[in-house]
């Protein structure tokens, strides 16, 4: 349970905010989200030096993966944001149907009021702001909950959001369980959660108890599919590129590589070399991030002896310096093993060989819905029947991750991956509600109005011979 004084200072965090919500739906107009937008971005360039240390710390990150996966795909978004903002705050017309003919329609997004984001330990930053500008853009304040796994990260965007936001627009909760338990019993205008599905499920659970709508982005075991066709040097870069980025730790890395048998060894080879050349060889890579902390290492290597002991085979790596793992692949994984059932996380990569596209399909399919699939083929008809034949959030074809990166397109999973979607224009009306608004020019409605004789019961018939 929550500690009095933690639930007291949360309470009147959300507090501060709901009192300025009215307020701010009328003056936080476009030129106030766009300074917001901008001071965010400022904010993070100002703090660089800041985030790659508190990196190093955390996860002894390289510095350019920072840059890469944590920094730019941040600043992308508040570019984009900027760009479009204007438009995107405009009531959108749209055109009149027969009952609501001599009207005018429109759809007018307004600020759903006072958010919540959860953000996850695996990219603390970019999952924490990367919402943040989405919220702000569409004129709303903000709690934000950082993972307590990420203690340095977690306590630099505390202390850079304090130095840049009033707290009645945004404001930083850090702490464990305890202060997710008392910002989830708050009675929030919307909640963005990015993490697993089985804490999804509570933060659902709690949103239900004050009819909160959410984003959820949660993860799952996404599969990547190397067809007979594939270009293999293409595959192996990207897969390994996907796979151990971060080492591991991505929502959207492949889980696991399906790869047509009769190109199964020119793969592993291509996969093999690849990963040398990228990471060397043994535990401690510079080029590699660290596991998060000991329980995660922990769980890793015991997926990886569960696996072994139950007749998997290791094919390379296998190694573990301190919380670093060295990248490893794996064969002959079996449904009763707990790596083949668990979203793996981190840079162990089964393969798993397939004789018929089929047979492939019925894998993906036997498993809950996943947030990313890639198939890797040069042949259009093989990449187009897995896409038709399966279900994810998004895809990719002949590349990995970088879907996440594109602005122009929905990020999000379904039913067991996610609810809900992000990023862009999408990001925008996720923390927006689309308020329809029908105004009366010269509507001829009231000629059909009771007593329903006479016009009224003649113009009603024609209608029904018009729209049946």
């Not at 804490?199 to 949103?207: C, D, E, L, N, P």
């Not at 670093?324 to 009763?336: F, K, R, Y």
């Not at 896409?387 to 590349?399: D, K, P, Q, R």
Request: net charge positive.
């Amino acid at each position: 349970m929550d500690s009095p004084s933690t639930s007291d200072a949360i309470s009147a965090a959300f507090a501060a905010q709901r009192a300025k919500a009215d307020e701010r739906r009328l003056a936080f107009g476009y030129a106030e989200r766009r300074s917001a937008l901008e001071k965010l971005s400022d904010m993070v360039w100002r703090h660089e030096a800041e985030i790659f240390a508190a990196f190093a710390a955390d996860f002894g990150k390289p510095e350019a993966e920072v840059i890469f996966s944590e920094i730019l795909p941040v600043m992308q978004e508040v570019r984009h944001t900027l760009k479009h903002l204007r438009r995107w705050m405009k009531p959108r017309r749209v055109p009149a149907s027969l009952p609501s003919f001599g009207t005018s329609a429109r759809i007018m997004p307004q600020p759903r009021g006072v958010c919540l984001i959860i953000s996850p330990w695996n990219y603390p930053l970019n999952l924490c702001l990367g919402p943040l500008v989405s919220c702000l853009a569409a004129g709303n304040s903000a709690i934000l909950k950082p993972s307590e796994l990420t203690p340095s990260v977690s306590a630099l965007i505390a202390r850079m959001i304090a130095e840049t936001f009033p707290p009645d627009l945004v404001t930083v909760a850090e702490g464990g369980k305890d202060v997710s338990q008392a910002l989830l019993s708050l009675p929030f205008d919307h909640i963005f959660f990015t993490g697993s599905p089985a804490v999804g499920k509570i933060v659902m659970a709690a949103a239900a108890k004050n009819l909160t709508s959410v984003t959820l982005e949660l993860g799952g075991k996404s599969p990547a599919i190397v067809g007979p066709d594939a270009d293999i040097g293409q595959a192996a870069k990207w897969i390994a590129f996907g796979k151990f980025i971060n080492a591991g730790q991505t929502c959207i890395a492949p889980d696991h590589v399906l790869v047509h048998a009769s190109v199964k060894e020119r793969f592993l080879a291509a996969l093999r070399e690849r990963i040398a050349k990228a990471y060397g060889s043994g535990a401690g890579s510079p080029h590699l991030a660290r596991i998060v902390n000991d329980n995660h290492t922990r769980r890793l290597e015991g997926l990886l002896e569960d696996a072994k002991a139950k007749g998997a085979r290791l094919l390379s790596g296998g190694g573990v310096k301190d919380r670093s793992i060295e990248p490893t692949l794996i064969e002959a994984v079996t449904p009763e093993m707990e790596i083949d059932r668990e979203e793996i996380f981190g840079p162990i990569l089964p393969i798993i060989a397939f004789d018929d596209i089929e047979q492939a399909i019925a894998n993906v399919n036997a498993r809950p819905k996943p947030l990313s699939l890639y198939v890797f083929d040069r042949n259009g008809a093989f990449t187009d029947r897995v896409l038709a034949a399966t279900t994810s959030g998004g895809a990719g074809v002949n590349l990995t991750v970088l879907h996440f990166a594109h602005p122009d397109l929905p990020f999000g999973g379904v039913n067991h991956s996610g609810i809900g979607v992000s990023h862009g224009e999408y990001g925008f009306r996720a923390f927006s509600h689309e308020r329809a608004v029908l105004r009366n020019r010269f509507s001829p409605v009231p000629l059909v109005f009771p007593p329903y004789e006479g016009m009224a019961k003649r113009l009603i018939g024609l209608a029904k011979r018009f729209l049946g």
